[in-house]
C-alpha cells in the first residue's frame, strides 16, 4: 500500500477505535469500496501502540493518581487511587481471561460482512436504549469491583466484528447508571492495561513466530494514529459532558445499513 493510504487507514482506525462507532465495519468498507489489502500484523501492532501512548498521554493524571495511591497503601494508607487500580486490575484479568478463552475455545467464523453490519446495528440499539433509558447518578468514584468485573465480562461481546470495545463498555457502563464521560472514561481506563498485554502478546507473536516486522512506515502511521486517537479522546470527553450518544447511535445505524446492504448485495459497486 502507498503511504498516504496507509495513514489515511491508521488515522480512520485510531479514530473508530477512540469513538464508539465500531472500527471493523469501517475497514469492511474500505476493503469492498477502495480494495486495499490486509496492512499487516506490524502495521496493526504499532497502531496498537499508537493509540495506547494516547490514552495514556490524555489520562496521565489518572495514571498519576493512581500511582501515587499504591504507594500510599503499600505504606497502609487508604487512597481512592489505589481502590481505582485494583478495580482496574481485577477488570483487566477478567477481560483478558475471558478474551483468550472466546479466541481460543470459540473462534470461529465470525468476522463476516453479515456479522459485522448486525452487530454494528444490534450495539446502536443497545446503547441508544441504555443511554436515554438508564439512570446518569455514577461517577467513576462510585465504581465497584461487582461492576469492575460485569464490565471486564462484557468485554468477551466486543470480540464479535463490528460490536466494538469501545461500545460495549460503555454500553455496559450507562446501564449500571454512570454518567456518560465517566463510562467512556472507564473504558480508556480499563482498556490501558489490557492494551498493555494484549501489545505484549502481538509483540512476541511477530519476533518468535516470525510473522512480520514493524518498519519505519508502521512507526511514521503509528505517530498519525497517536495523534488522532489524541484528538478524538479530546473531542469525545468534550462532547460526553454536554450531550448524548446519539449521534453516535446514527451513524452506527447508517453504517450498519451500508455493511449489510453490500452483504446481502442490495446494491452492487
Request: glycine fraction near 8%; proline fraction near 3%.
Amino acid at each position: 500500500m502507498a503511504l498516504t493510504q496507509l495513514i489515511v487507514l491508521a488515522v480512520l482506525q485510531t479514530i473508530t477505535e477512540v469513538l464508539p462507532v465500531g472500527a471493523e465495519g469501517h475497514l469492511a468498507l474500505l476493503s469492498q469500496i477502495l480494495h486495499w489489502p490486509d496492512p499487516g500484523a506490524g502495521f496493526r501492532l504499532a497502531l496498537k501502540l499508537g493509540l495506547l501512548l494516547a490514552v495514556m498521554a490524555y489520562f496521565w493524571r489518572d495514571l498519576a493518581d493512581m500511582a501515587t495511591g499504591v504507594m500510599r497503601a503499600a505504606k497502609g494508607k487508604r487512597d481512592p487511587g489505589a481502590k481505582l487500580a485494583l478495580q482496574l486490575a481485577v477488570a483487566a484479568i477478567v477481560t483478558l481471561g475471558a478474551g483468550f478463552a472466546f479466541e481460543h475455545y470459540a473462534a470461529g467464523d465470525w468476522e463476516t460482512p453479515i456479522v459485522m453490519g448486525w452487530a454494528i446495528v444490534g450495539g446502536a440499539l443497545l446503547l441508544l436504549l441504555f443511554d436515554r433509558m438508564c439512570m446518569t447518578v455514577k461517577r467513576i468514584e462510585h465504581a465497584t469491583y461487582v461492576d469492575a468485573i460485569v464490565i471486564g465480562l462484557c468485554q468477551v461481546i466486543a470480540l464479535v466484528p463490528g460490536m466494538g470495545s469501545a461500545a460495549i463498555t460503555i454500553t455496559m457502563a450507562r446501564l449500571l447508571g454512570y454518567e456518560r464521560a465517566d463510562a467512556a472514561r472507564f473504558y480508556f481506563l480499563l482498556s490501558i492495561p489490557v492494551s498493555i498485554v494484549v501489545i505484549a502478546r502481538d509483540a512476541y507473536r511477530l519476533v518468535e513466530l516470525q510473522q512480520g516486522a514493524v518498519s519505519n512506515i508502521d512507526i511514521l502511521c503509528a505517530v498519525a494514529g497517536f495523534f488522532a486517537g489524541l484528538i478524538a479522546i479530546a473531542i469525545l470527553m468534550a462532547w460526553l459532558r454536554r450531550s448524548t450518544f446519539t449521534p453516535f447511535v446514527v451513524y452506527r445505524l447508517l453504517l450498519g445499513g451500508a455493511v449489510l446492504a453490500l452483504a446481502y448485495e442490495w446494491v452492487a459497486l
